[in-house]
């Protein structure tokens, strides 16, 4: 699968942007998608995902302002951004996975200014 993130960018702090995420093929084909961050000088941390049967979970940063969401017509998964903070500063990735195996986009720059 390819996988095409976009819609990263320069915010202010309390600022709010929306990521999507493009897939190659039918999303439902995935046990889940999902959204990474990787920050400067940091690991690749989970931030949110969505599994085939609609199931989200999200990191405890950002719990209550980021919202994952998708369009199956459109294979297509979103992530929607509010209240951003200078440390959601990083760049994010999409991942899809199917059982042990993960699939990746070529990331995008978020960053956060205070």
């Known amino acids: 699968v390819q996988l095409q993130a976009f819609g990263g960018g320069l915010v202010r702090a309390g600022g709010s942007l929306r990521l999507s995420c493009a897939a190659s093929?039918?999303?439902?084909?995935?046990?889940?998608m999902g959204w990474f961050r990787q920050a400067p000088g940091q690991e690749r941390a989970l931030v949110a995902t969505?599994?085939?049967?609609?199931?989200?979970d999200y990191s405890d940063s950002v719990k209550g302002r980021f919202t994952i969401s998708r369009d199956g017509s459109k294979n297509t998964v979103y992530l929607e951004m509010f209240s951003l903070k200078p440390e959601d500063t990083g760049v994010y990735y999409c991942?899809?996975?199917?059982?042990?195996?993960?699939?990746w986009g070529q990331g995008t720059l978020v960053t956060v200014s205070s």
């Open positions: 969505i599994n085939v049967g609609g199931r989200t």
């Open positions: 991942n899809a996975r199917i059982l042990q195996r993960n699939s």
């Open positions: 093929e039918n999303i439902f084909n995935f046990n889940s």
